[in-house]
């Protein structure tokens, strides 16, 4: 087991969620395409819009790859950061 792995079931267990529903390989991939092609802040908050939406019911690895997809769209220069993290 990992930290990972750790984190997200503790996580859970205060949540009352099951850590097999959590799609983590899907929600890190999310954060890395936003934080990469949109801006780092943008990560935990598109994380939390994809739990909403999850909670709304929609399928986890649909609405995260729908998000993926608009971060690889997303025009450069819009609010995106430079390697190092200064603003474009």
Do not use: F, I, N
């Not at 990972?4 to 205060?14: L, Q």
Request: proline fraction near 10%.
């Amino acid at each position: 087991m990992t930290v990972m792995d750790d984190w997200v079931t503790a996580a859970c267990a205060e949540l009352d969620l099951d850590p097999a529903q959590v799609p983590v390989p899907a929600v890190l991939d999310l954060a890395k395409d936003v934080a990469h092609q949109v801006l780092r802040p943008g990560a935990p908050v598109t994380a939390y819009l994809l739990g909403l939406a999850v909670g709304r019911g929609a399928d986890p690895a649909g609405a995260a790859a729908r998000l993926s997809a608009l971060a690889a769209a997303w025009p450069v220069g819009l609010g995106a950061e430079r390697p190092g993290g200064t603003p474009a």
